[in-house]
């Protein structure tokens, strides 16, 4: 995400529809340093019952870089300063607001599907009995693996069903949220 623009109004001389834009960015990145001031606290403080609320809907581009800054993700910012002595104070603020992204600790975790975690398990079993039968087991035994296998593909069939259609659903609520918003 480029934030480029965050200058002051009066320095950079913008009017109507540039001074408009320029306030919306300044507002967003407003919100930004929110976020991160919250974040930064989140991550120093050891019990999660004092954690502050993060304002990530605040602004739009908070909530895109959410799960960028506050999520499951590595996520690296780079400041642009100038070195021009004119610019001295923007350049001073950016660079403490770099340095302040710096102090976000996410504690990240293996992104693991329960459901698919119990397929392959369950795949695995299936693979396990029918090696078992191969191995030619007594009539009795072999009908009773028999039943196993099929109970363990029918459970399987459900499992893979009801996976569809709960992408089917989160593909909806996504496209329903996109509608919202934009």
């Known amino acids: 995400v480029d934030l480029a623009g965050s200058e002051r109004a009066k320095k950079s001389g913008a009017a109507g529809q540039q001074l408009k834009e320029a306030s919306n960015i300044n507002q967003s990145l407003f919100t930004l340093k ?5 974040l930064v606290v989140n991550s120093k403080e050891t019990n999660p019952k004092k954690h502050v609320a993060i304002p990530f809907r605040e602004s739009t581009l908070t909530r ?6 506050g999520g499951n993700s590595k996520t690296t910012m780079i400041a642009c300063v100038s070195p021009h002595y004119d610019n001295q104070d923007e350049t001073l603020l950016t660079l403490q607001y770099a340095n302040r992204t710096g102090a976000i600790v996410n504690n990240t975790r293996v992104n693991e599907d329960s459901a ?23 009539d009795e035994e072999a009908e009773e693996l028999l039943d196993q296998i099929e109970v363990g593909r029918l459970s399987l069939k459900d499992m893979e069903e009801a996976n569809v259609r709960t992408e089917k659903e989160f593909a909806e609520v996504q496209y329903q949220a996109k509608q919202e918003a934009g």
């Open 34 to 38: 929110k976020v991160i001031d919250s």
């Open 64 to 69: 895109l870089l959410s799960d960028s800054l």
């Open 116 to 138: 698919a975690k119990q397929a392959l398990a369950l795949k695995h079993h299936i693979l396990e009995l029918q090696k078992r039968l191969a191995e030619g087991p007594a």
